[in-house]
Structures are given as C-alpha cells and as structure tokens.
Antibody
Framework: EAQLVESGGGLVQPGRSLRLSCAAS????????MHWVRQAPGKGLEWVSG????????GYADSVKDRFTISRDNAKKSLYLQMNSLRTEDTALYYC??????????????WGQGTLVTVSS | SSELTQDPAVSVALGQTVRITCQGD??????ASWYQQKPGQAPVLVIY???NRPSGIPDRFSGSSSGNTASLTITGAQAEDEADYYC???????????FGGGTKLTVL
C-alpha cells in the first residue's frame, strides 16, 4: 500500500527558513510526479508545488515562487520543500501527494497526513 | 494560471441526490479530480478521469463533465458523506495544478 509521511514542520519566525520532508513507501517512487499542497487553518486546499519523476519539470504557485524550492531524492524515496523568507500567511498544514496521470487526467492519491507549519513571532 | 469555482455550501436530504459543480476554463481540456475531506483528516480521492472511482469508494459517487463544468454527483447521500469536497485540475498552461475553493456538503 502506498504511503506518504511528512515531517519537518514547526513554529518559525517570519523571515526564517524551514525544510519539509516526505518519505514514500509502498510504490515505485521514481515513476511518479510528486506535489506539495497546503491548507491554512479553516481554509481550502492550495496547490504549492510539483516536480516530475526526474526533476525535469518543476512548478510553483505564484504565492511561493522565488521563496520555496521543491526537490526529490529518488534513491531515498523522499520529497522535500525548502521554504525561505517565510511569512505569516504561509502558516498551514502541508501535505505531500503522489500524482497519477493518464491522458488528460491527473489525480492525487495517496496523500500524507500533513505537517503543520506555523509562522509567528 | 486559471481558477476553479465551486459553490461554498450545498445541502441534501438523507437518501437524496446531490450534484456539486466546479467551473473553470481548464476543464474544457482536462478532467477534474474530486477529493473528500472530513474534519481533521487528509483529503481522500473519490473521482478521477472521465468517471473513475478508486477502490473503496462507494458507487453512489460519480463524475461527469460538460464544457467548462465538472460535476460530482452523490446518488442516495448518506450521513457519512457530510464533508468538504474539492475539485482539482491542471491549469490552462498544463504545468500547474489548481484547486476549487471547496464545497461544504451538509446531509440533512
């Protein structure tokens, strides 16, 4: 069974950095694109960033572009999100998700349980 | 990038049918996927592609698409279907992903 486990969240001051990790198991990690999705308290889901299987294509939401960097280590079956210049509005539960695709369809399954990032002074 | 628009809240009587919609330009090109999220839990995929259900998702959940609108239909809603539902799709460029704002479903 495919499983994703996030880690690295915590309380951090505005302007500081944090690195999230996502450990994958139960599937061939380097066959799939991976994504980060976040959810601010009481709000909806927001796509943050995605990376293809070979890191050949990477995308970011406008809200995090130039501050966040996604990466992966296929040998370690791990996904990362380096978050710099953090703002209070980055406070959210951060999920990693495996992307499946076929034709004109893409879907996220499974999702991890999330890691909470709180940006506050 | 593009946006996906969902009604913020929908209600349905127990056992009745409800349709949750998602509108956006990118839906003219790409299929939506749908996620159910209950309080304190991670989202769960319920529909993907033209109309596909992952293993374990009841067949009362179905999906459809027409023009710029994707729909999630629950036929015979149950109390346990009360949750937030989100649609997701590639954006118009195909490089990014976008979520709808979510629909809170109440089962009366």
């Amino acid at each position: 069974e495919a499983q994703l486990v996030e880690s690295g969240g915590g309380l951090v001051q505005p302007g500081r950095s944090l690195r999230l990790s996502c450990a994958a198991s139960g599937f061939t990690f380097d066959d799939y694109a991976m994504h980060w999705v976040r959810q601010a308290p009481g709000k909806g889901l927001e796509w943050v960033s995605g990376i293809t299987w070979n890191s050949g294509s990477i995308g970011y939401a406008d809200s995090v572009k130039d501050r966040f960097t996604i990466s992966r280590d296929n040998a370690k079956k791990s996904l990362y999100l380096q978050m710099n210049s953090l703002r209070t509005e980055d406070t959210a539960l951060y999920y990693c998700a495996k992307e499946n695709s076929g034709g004109y369809s893409n879907w996220f399954d499974p999702w991890g349980q999330g890691t909470l990032v709180t940006v506050s002074s | 990038s593009s946006e996906l628009t969902q009604d913020p809240a929908v209600s349905v009587a127990l056992g009745q049918t409800v349709r949750i919609t998602c509108q956006g330009d990118s839906l003219r090109t790409y299929y939506a996927s749908w996620y159910q999220q209950k309080p304190g839990q991670a989202p769960v995929l319920v529909i993907y592609g033209r109309n596909n259900r992952p293993s374990g998702i009841p067949d009362r959940f179905s999906g459809s698409s027409s023009g710029n609108t994707a729909s999630l239909t629950i036929t015979g809603a149950q109390a346990e279907d009360e949750a937030d539902y989100y649609c997701n799709c590639r954006d118009s460029s195909g490089n990014h992903r976008v979520f709808g704002g979510g629909t809170k479903l109440t089962v009366l």
